[in-house]
């Protein structure tokens, strides 16, 4: 088997929402659920609570060479210093993915600052990956807008939709190549199927939002979907390690 790859994990402690995962809690929960590598972001977005948010994913991934990677989760709102950390992350810190999630940062995924940062994202190599849920701002067409604005960036639907929009990520993902789907936190393990029956294996991916969710669980979903051995090698592995340009 490929490696197992879990694109949407978090490490922070923020008591205020009730969440706390240590680079520790990650890797046991990593462990438990049998993934090999996982990407991890901030359960906030930066600059705002935590200043020093950056630099608490990046000693996490030092500290844990070849398990974890980091992904910069940004406030688009500030556009040159979010342009700043983004360069910074992936330049200096060897980030290797950009998060957004509209629903915290009130940052519409189609306006001028964040295409802008997605753009800049695209033109560094990493993808963006997206809280795409059932929020205001967060549902696949309000991302869409964004994909039609940056058609050589690669934009990741995390959650695929959430409970009530999969139907419509399915559309996007089909009418836009490059949208790919993230499969965390929807609860239908059938809707992954069929989403690698309709835009195909390499643009579905294995998450699980953890400490929001379990990685055990989430990758539970994914084998309750009966792929394909080789479409299921993919999704739980083969299409990360492409897109993070790790070795499989």
């Not at 030092?62 to 700043?84: I, M, S, Y």
């Not at 993808?127 to 690669?154: I, M, N, S």
């Not at 690698?196 to 579905?204: A, D, K, Q």
Request: charged residues 20%; negative net charge.
């Amino acid at each position: 088997m490929t490696m197992i790859i879990d694109l949407h994990m978090h490490v922070e402690d923020v008591a205020a929402l009730g969440w706390t995962m240590s680079a520790a809690d990650c890797l046991a929960a990593m462990d438990e659920a049998q993934v090999d590598l996982a990407a991890i972001m901030t359960l906030t977005d930066y600059p705002g609570l935590n200043p020093h948010g950056l630099e608490l994913i990046a000693d996490a991934v030092a500290a844990h060479p070849g398990r974890l990677v980091g992904f910069a989760r940004l406030n688009p709102v500030d556009r040159p210093a979010a342009l700043a950390a983004l360069e910074r992350a992936v330049t200096e810190l060897g980030f290797k993915g950009l998060k957004l999630h509209p629903v915290s940062t009130l940052a519409h995924p189609g306006d001028e600052a964040t295409v802008a940062l997605i753009r800049r994202a695209g033109e560094l190599g990493v993808p963006t990956l997206f809280h795409c849920g059932d929020e205001a701002y967060t549902t696949p067409l309000a991302v869409a807008q964004a994909a039609k604005q940056c058609p050589r960036a690669k934009i990741i639907l995390g959650h695929m939709g959430g409970f009530f929009h999969v139907d419509e990520a399915l559309a996007v993902a089909q009418a836009l190549p490059n949208i790919l789907l993230e499969t965390s936190g929807m609860p239908y393990p059938e809707r992954i199927a069929e989403a690698v029956r309709l835009i195909g294996p390499e643009r579905v991916l294995f998450g699980s939002d953890g400490p929001i969710a379990s990685p055990a669980v989430e990758k539970r979903k994914v084998l309750l979907a009966g792929l394909a051995a080789g479409d299921l090698e993919l999704v739980l592995g083969g299409n990360a390690a492409h897109l993070l340009g790790v070795a499989a």
